[in-house]
């Protein structure tokens, strides 16, 4: 058959490969055209058209007989172990599609998040989604700042949740949360019961802040300058925790966002809204522009709610003034 092939036309049956492939490995798997035929629910002219297509194609004999059994030439066995993982792989690949579909709703979710975020604002997020995807293995990045963004940017991680002042051009935000900035101070404190609070009155008390690398750091820093009002950094020090207990000690007062209050902590320190200097502090979701969100990502994303912190805020906020 082979040697007709200059005078066929070439590659009559490109515009679907597979069938003659499929009809090749068939036939090599159970060694007759006929049983070949019932397999793929086709006629037997049909399966022995695309075998000569196929040979005058590649210019070889594929089979020879063997008695009443047909099997492939040295050349046949070459293809057969060429095609036959690829018809295998396109014919299953209806049922590989909805297995990796199923498995989508499962895997991993890599989340990036500052301290803060991670104490304060997740804990609720994560029992949701825990309840949500419980099949999902969520792994939460302790990070802050540029560490985050390093995250992002390198596929490390989905997405990041946290506040930003200055958003990169590489990456959307989208603010969900915001929450006053709060004076906070020791009981008994001269600015715990001041009747009327101006900025300036923060000046001659050394401010307990988050190391300079981090938004607050910054933030604070804008907003003493632009009103051109001194003001004395007695320690730097990671962590809200680490400084409301410091501040409860006497060592100095500080100005925290209202999430990380609690009623604990409103029972040990004096707590007032700056709301008037300081702009509110937002939280939310950043990704990376045009970033694939996989169904755990997205599931995620979706229990980040505006109103699921609503009402602790406007508690905090109005016990706190």
Not at 215 to 225: A, C, G, I, S
Not at 231 to 247: C, F, R, S
Request: glycine residues 8%; charged residues 25%.
């Amino acid at each position: 058959m082979a040697e007709n092939r200059a005078s066929a036309p070439r590659f009559a049956y490109k515009g679907d490969r597979l069938k003659p492939l499929r009809a090749f490995c068939q036939t090599a798997r159970l060694g007759s055209v006929s049983r070949a035929a019932e397999a793929l629910y086709v006629s037997q002219p049909a399966v022995t058209q695309q075998l000569q297509a196929l040979e005058r194609e590649l210019g070889v004999r594929l089979f020879e007989r063997s008695g009443r059994r047909l099997v492939p030439t040295r050349e046949g066995e070459t293809l057969y172990e060429l095609a036959r993982p690829l018809v295998e792989g396109i014919d299953g690949l209806g049922g590989a599609f909805r297995e990796k579909l199923r498995g989508l709703d499962a895997g991993e979710l890599h989340v990036a998040a500052g301290s803060s975020t991670i104490l304060y604002l997740l804990p609720k997020i994560v029992e949701a989604f825990r309840a949500t995807q419980p099949d999902v293995r969520l792994i939460l990045h302790n990070v802050t700042g540029a560490g985050g963004l390093d995250l992002l940017r390198s596929d490390e991680v989905d997405l990041a949740v946290g506040s930003m002042l200055d958003v990169p051009a590489d990456l959307d935000y989208a603010p969900v949360y915001r929450f006053d900035p709060m004076l906070i101070a020791p009981p008994g404190h001269p600015l715990a019961d001041k009747r009327e609070l101006a900025l300036a009155d923060l000046s001659p008390y050394g401010l307990i802040l988050p190391p300079r690398r981090l938004t607050t750091y910054r933030l604070v820093d804008l907003v003493f300058q632009q009103n051109r009002v001194p003001y004395t950094v007695a320690l730097e020090v990671g962590g809200w925790e680490v400084i409301k207990q410091y501040v409860a000690m006497g060592l100095g007062i500080s100005i925290v966002t209202a999430i990380c209050l609690t009623d604990a902590d409103r029972e040990r320190l004096a707590a007032r809204s700056l709301a008037r200097w300081f702009p509110r502090r937002s939280y939310g979701v950043v990704m990376r522009k045009g970033k694939y969100l996989s169904p755990q990502a997205r599931a995620f994303v979706d229990l980040i709610k505006p109103d699921l912190f609503t009402r602790e805020h406007d508690r905090v906020g109005h016990s706190a003034r």
